[in-house]
């Protein structure tokens, strides 16, 4: 099957994209990456950081991935049940390993399993148009449950909003000393993860999943639609999503990022914000490909999105060794922690057009191809990248 490069460049966007809020993750406690005020306090250069990238990247590039991750799933349709089940079951189990062996900040068993829920529905769906519809729906689901969380949450300020002091000290020494102790905290974090994702997050990434499917089923991920329809939906979606969300960055500002109102309220309106911003960054992608696909740039970054699963777990290993081994953990605000964002990608997209030149798929997708064909019965007939 020939590959859709603007597809991969769109893919390769989401991976370089989602780095820009994972660094928060990575240099700085849990707390910071919803909350800029998360010890207490707040600089100005933290504020307006925080609201630039809530404004244009927290979110949209997670939203934009489980998109594309839906439209993958439509295309693997013509593989059949094992192959998907097992392709599936391979991914859960390698974000499991990483959840607690590398980062509590996984999305990839969250993927997975949504992936195994959602697939039949895909399979089943009668239309394109049923498909998207369906995903609407329990997309909303997933906001409403945010929605009435908020509303059933008390007044008083949660320690994982502004941890204290001994929770910030202890985050930091299993972080910086690893081994059991830090597998243990993990473990704990998936679990909350794990719930969270059953309760209100995975309604909406099962949306944001059958969405990508209808609009790859459509064609519309495919780019069968002029090039004006796709500026169009660009230049109304984008400034839709920013106007959605813009008076809760506001008010989540005057506010103080107080938690009864910015823990889950003022949530909402980002999250009802992400699909047109992420469908509208998609629809540039689509709208200006003849002018994009002139640079060397956007090859090297649909490079990058060709490895996408390789390219994701290497930004875990870079980071993690930066932050954890070499002591940078919590040394750090929220812009200085962006100049390490350029040199992150750099390694990204040099090993991505390096490692193509000389084989067709990156490292980890090579193996969870190999796998996928081991575990699902079919003949390894061809183990070449």
Not at 39 to 63: E, N, P
Not at 217 to 226: A, E, P, T
Not at 351 to 362: A, C, E, I, K, T
Request: with cysteine; glycine share 8%.
């Amino acid at each position: 099957m020939e590959r859709n490069v603007t597809l991969d460049f769109v893919r390769g966007v989401a991976i370089l994209g989602i780095l820009l809020l994972n660094i928060v993750a990575f240099g700085l406690p849990k707390a910071a990456y919803l909350n800029p005020a998360w010890y207490g306090d707040i600089t100005s250069r933290d504020a307006w950081t925080w609201a630039i990238l809530d404004l244009f990247a927290q979110v949209k590039f997670l939203t934009l991935f489980a998109l594309l991750f839906g439209a993958g799933l439509q295309i693997l349709l013509a593989r059949g049940k094992r192959w998907i089940q097992s392709r599936l079951s391979l991914l859960l189990l390698l974000g499991f390993a990483h959840a607690i062996l590398l980062w509590d900040g996984d999305i990839l068993l969250a993927y997975g399993l949504i992936g195994l829920v959602i697939w039949r529905m895909i399979r089943d769906a009668p239309s394109g148009k049923s498909l998207f519809n369906m995903g609407v729906v329990l997309y909303l689901a997933g906001v409403f449950v945010l929605l009435l969380l908020g509303l059933i949450s008390g007044n008083q300020t949660s320690r994982s909003w502004v941890p204290d002091l001994a929770n910030l000290q202890y985050e930091q020494l299993w972080k910086l000393n690893g081994g059991a102790e830090a597998i243990d905290n993990r473990l704990d974090l998936l679990a909350n993860n794990l719930l969270a994702l059953g309760a209100q997050y995975g309604w909406q990434l099962a949306g944001m999943m059958l969405m990508g499917a209808a609009l790859m089923r459509s064609g519309w991920l495919r780019g069968q639609f002029s090039l004006s329809h796709y500026r169009r939906c660009a230049a109304i979606l984008i400034p839709l999503g920013m106007a959605i969300n813009l008076p809760a960055i506001v008010a989540q500002w005057q506010l103080g990022w107080d938690f009864r109102w910015c823990g889950f309220l003022l949530q909402t309106p980002r999250e009802l914000s992400a699909p047109f911003q992420t469908i509208g960054y998609a629809a540039l992608a689509f709208g200006f490909w003849p002018q994009l696909a002139r640079f060397r740039l956007t090859s090297a970054v649909a490079c990058v999105g060709r490895m996408a699963l390789t390219n994701y777990l290497l930004q875990t290993l870079i980071c993690t060794t930066l932050f954890y081994r070499f002591d940078l953990f919590m040394k750090f605000d929220r812009l200085s922690l962006l100049a390490f964002v350029p040199a992150v990608w750099a390694v990204n997209l040099l090993l991505s057009v390096v490692w193509l030149r000389y084989f067709r798929q990156g490292p980890v997708e090579w193996a969870w191809r190999q796998l996928t064909r081991l575990t699902c019965g079919s003949a390894v007939t061809d183990t070449s990248r």
